[in-house]
């Protein structure tokens, strides 16, 4: 279970530097920045932008182009619950409907405890299996309402 | 002795507890004092028999699946380590039908080998091409690749041999490699396997592609959504570099190349191949206007050979066994074999690799058994989110480039999805225009405003809101996309709509006589 530090400048630094050599190092920093802080905070965009020698707007503009991106340290736990066509076909959307509503939250959302946040993704490769789902680096395939009850109370422990 | 004993790491094994299966496999072994040494492979794509267990005997590897947990103490009482009756057996893993008729050129070691082991890659014919492509050089490379007759099998379908060409023939200090491994279409795992299964023939497969077109440098960009694909990249990278065949003079030659792994943030448009330069770049993953190739301007300015994990990991089998051996199999101008992926409701779900010419009937019926929730199949949709939804009535269409062309289909990534009878079409086709407009990079108007207002037609039209009249704007408003956009993602979105609008026009309310009759 992935446990965040709040942002500090110092740690962000230290990031920027492990990856700052690098060519296009920008997708990297981003990637270690959530993994530590659960977000990409607006203060280590700007800490980018100057290590990089790049404008604040173009970082910005990048951070905010990616989906996984976010603004925001989510729950303790992400489960992400795949929405696309092959598991439209083997019934996700009711599974997805019975996630939200187990959960108390729409994709996208968090619960009121904090504990999970919910979101959608576009194909998890495990379409021979669908309907799929990953909590962290967790995949769960041939769902049906028992299996995913217990991964959503996997995901709440 | 010790028994060695298979089972898949791949995340779809994964996904259906192969992990807790090898624990409680270890545990139960040891405490009743067995010898065994499990080896974690890739999986040899037949997912419904995942967790398959795998044991290694004189006569070839018998297996058993799908394994529960509890099937273990079972499992061990009937003697399965030395390939004891249970009615979970399944014989010779390679005897089962869905195995054995495949022609596994590109797939011929995922769910054998252990892909974090480079001498069991060269045990199995692993470097062969590489070694004949050092011999042979830059120039035969080409030619050969050439000759096989190889497409992109990323979608596009653009020969190979005639990228890696112009990069060649293109001056400059310094070019790369990218891998193009953002597998995003729904239906599609084909890339995955190879990374978790195979990771070393992608490997093998740029070094070939920087040998020929002198680049010395490779980059391979894996969609975030693919931790465990990422991991096994990274470990294989690694140990191919241990083993001299990553890195200055490979295996000893005159020959420098490296790689390392780029991942994305979920953005689906940066599976284009212009996207996902941008991307690499650190950039916004906008969409770049063609021409400038990449063959010519790509990454960092510099030539770049883009191609998708299959085209890579299909160039050394080419090389080891010569142009021609590859290019007997298949039909037409669509040479070689496809792996292709079945998938959504599927009793058969899986990884099926064979010459190009088998009809998506024989696919989704013969091959793929139907539906798993038994119902009868209506719609399939081929090649991913932008490909087209195809009824029963044309499932006598081989599998083939031009073929799906002129059904007006596309086979893209080779993902087939089954849909049985209970699909909504026009929710799909208001879907796919749902996609484009969370997935548009916004660089394009036609894409970025076109398939919002195309959410907004399908809202209207399934409302009944004057059906006739929006029916034709969405006509011309897909042609607007499909002929005004920058990249497949605005310019492909109309083949899921538009076909499911022809083939199933009685879930748009609406006759396909009065579509022509308001013309």
């Known amino acids: 279970m992935p446990i965040y530090e709040p942002f500090n400048a110092e740690r962000a630094q230290e990031i920027i530097a492990r990856h700052r050599h690098r060519d296009g190092a920008a997708l990297p920093i981003f990637h270690e920045f959530q993994a530590t802080f659960g977000c990409v905070p607006n203060e280590a965009v700007v800490l980018t932008a100057e290590a990089l020698n790049l404008s604040r707007a173009e970082m910005h503009g990048t951070v905010t182009f990616y989906h996984d991106f976010r603004k925001t340290p989510p729950g303790r736990r992400v489960l992400k619950i795949c929405r696309a066509e092959a598991c439209q076909a083997a019934g996700g959307d009711k599974l997805a409907a019975r996630a939200e509503e187990k959960l108390g939250v729409e994709m996208g959302g968090t619960t009121i405890d904090e504990r999970v946040t919910l979101e959608a993704v576009y194909c998890l490769g495990l379409c021979h299996s669908s309907p799929a789902a990953m909590l962290e680096n967790r995949v769960y395939g041939m769902l049906d309402e028992e299996r995913l009850d217990a991964v959503l109370k996997e995901a709440q422990a | ?519």
């Open chain 2, 1 to 519: 002795m010790t028994v060695r004993v298979y089972i898949s790491r791949d995340s779809g094994a994964l996904c259906v507890g192969a992990e807790e299966v090898a624990t409680k496999l270890r545990e139960e072994a040891e405490r009743r004092g067995l010898a065994i040494d499990i080896v974690r492979t890739g999986s040899r794509g037949m997912y419904w028999l995942e967790p398959l267990v795998e044991i290694g005997t004189e006569r070839g590897r018998i297996g058993y699946g799908p394994v529960a947990v509890k099937d273990i103490d079972g499992l061990l009482d009937a003697g399965f380590l030395q390939g004891g009756n249970h009615a979970k057996g399944l014989g010779l893993v390679e005897d089962i039908p869905f195995f054995k008729n495949q022609t596994r050129l590109t797939f011929a070691r995922v769910g054998i080998t252990d892909p974090r082991s480079v001498a069991d890659y060269r045990a199995h014919d692993g470097y062969a091409g590489l070694m004949k492509a050092i011999e042979v050089g830059p120039e035969t490379i080409i030619e050969q690749v050439t000759t096989s007759g190889l497409r992109g099998r990323g979608g596009a379908g653009f020969p190979t041999g005639i990228k890696w060409k112009t990069v060649s023939q293109t001056i400059a200090a310094q070019k790369y490699i990218v891998c193009n491994a953002d597998e995003g279409d729904s239906g599609t795992f084909a890339d995955r396997m190879i990374m978790e299964g195979d990771p070393f023939v992608l490997i093998e497969g740029m070094t070939i592609a920087g040998i020929a077109v002198g680049a010395t440098y490779g980059y391979i960009y894996i969609r975030s959504e693919y931790p465990h694909s990422v991991e096994a990249m990274e470990i294989a990278i690694e140990e191919a570099r241990k083993a001299g065949m990553l890195g200055r003079n490979i295996a000893g030659s005159e020959y420098s190349f490296d790689m390392e792994v780029r991942v994305g943030a979920g953005a689906y448009v940066c599976g284009e191949e212009t996207s996902l330069l941008e991307s690499v770049e650190g950039k916004r993953g906008e969409v770049r206007a063609k021409p400038p190739l990449p063959a010519h301007i790509g990454l960092f300015g510099k030539p770049t050979v883009i191609n998708n994990v299959l085209s890579l990991a299909s160039v050394p089998i080419i090389m080891d066994k010569g142009a021609e051996f590859y290019r007997d199999y298949g039909m037409g101008r669509s040479r070689g074999t496809m792996p292709i992926q079945l998938a959504g409701n599927i009793k058969h779900g899986g990884l099926y690799e064979t010459a190009f010419g088998i009809t998506l009937g024989a696919l989704v019926d013969d091959i793929g058994g139907g539906t798993r929730s038994g119902r009868p199949v209506r719609a399939v949709q081929v090649g991913g989110p932008l490909g087209a939804y195809f009824p029963r009535a044309l499932f006598d269409t081989p599998f083939d480039y031009e073929a799906f062309t002129a059904a007006d289909g596309l086979i893209g990534h080779g993902g087939i999805v089954v849909f049985d009878d209970t699909v909504d079409m026009a929710k799909m086709a208001r879907f796919a225009m749902e996609f484009c407009a969370i997935e548009s990079c916004g660089k394009c108007t036609p894409c970025r405003i076109g398939s919002a207002r195309g959410m907004e037609l399908m809202d209207k039209i399934v409302a009944g809101e004057e059906r006739a009249a929006n029916l034709l704007v969405l006509e011309d408003l897909c042609n607007t996309m499909k002929f005004g956009s920058l990249c497949a993602l605005g310019g492909f979105t109309p083949y899921p709509v538009m076909s499911a609008l022809t083939h199933f026009p009685e879930d748009f309310g609406a006759e396909p006589k009065r579509l022509q009759a308001a013309e």
